[in-house]
């Protein structure tokens, strides 16, 4: 059974830092693109960054470039973000998925992040 | 970025009514679109692939459809388990965008 779960999500000031991991299970995380996708309290969903399977491929939406670094281990089936700089706008659920043919299959069940003095 | 303008972005129906939501892109687009459904406090479930591909498990109830920039998703008879919002996605470009969502709620 594939498995995504969240963690990391929490209480950050704005312009602090927080780290994001997803652990991976139940299928061979290697061979996957991944991906954060976060959603705003009673707002819609947001595509937040992708990876290629080996990491050498990175995509970011904009409003988070040069803040927020999606990374993987596949020795560890782990996904992670880096998120710098943060500010209010970034509170949110965050997702983790698993991509197949660009679509997102499998969901984690999200950590919630809030950035608040 | 490519906008995804969903319409209607809510409305009320009943058990058994066929119901037809439409997802129109600002450019042209391939079939590089799905739609996922997400009921409150869970996280998306993806419905439907390159605009026309029901995913696993998901009942035939569910369709898609693409006519140049504007992707439909129709669900045949609505179920009681199908109130929910849906959300169209593309995945034809970076960055990838969602539409805004729509509710549909039991009238």
């Known amino acids: 059974e594939v498995q995504l779960v969240e963690s990391g999500g929490g209480l950050v000031q704005p312009g602090g830092s927080l780290r994001l991991s997803c652990a991976a299970s139940?299928?061979?995380?290697?061979?996957?693109?991944m991906s954060w996708v976060r959603q705003s309290p009673g707002r819609g969903l947001e595509w937040v960054a992708n990876?290629?399977?080996?990491?050498?491929?990175?995509y970011y939406v904009d409003s988070v470039e040069g803040r927020f670094t999606i990374s993987r281990d596949n020795a560890k089936n782990s996904l992670s973000l880096q998120m710098n700089s943060l500010g209010v706008e970034d509170t949110a659920i965050y997702y983790c998925?698993?991509?197949?043919?660009?679509?997102?299959?499998?969901w984690g069940q999200g950590t919630l992040v809030t950035v608040s003095s | 970025a490519i906008r995804l303008t969903q319409s209607p972005t809510s409305f009320s129906a009943s058990v058994g009514d066929r119901v037809t939501i439409t997802c129109r892109a600002s450019?042209?687009?391939?079939?590089?679109v799905a739609w996922y459904q997400q009921k409150p406090g869970k996280a998306p479930k993806l419905l439907i692939y390159?605009?026309?591909t029901l995913n696993t498990g998901v009942p035939s109830r569910f369709s898609g459809s693409a006519s140049g920039t504007d992707f439909t998703l129709t669900i045949s008879s609505l179920q009681s388990e199908d109130f929910a919002t849906y959300y169209c996605?593309?995945?034809?470009?970076?960055?990838?965008?969602f539409g805004q969502g729509t509710k549909v709620e039991v009238k």
């Open positions: 998925a698993r991509d197949t043919v660009g679509a997102s299959y499998y």
């Open positions: 139940g299928f061979t995380f290697s061979s996957y693109w």
């Open positions: 990876i290629n399977r080996d990491g050498r491929e990175k």
């Open positions: 450019q042209v687009l391939t079939n590089n």
């Open positions: 390159t605009a026309s």
């Open positions: 996605q593309q995945y034809n470009t970076y960055p990838r965008t």
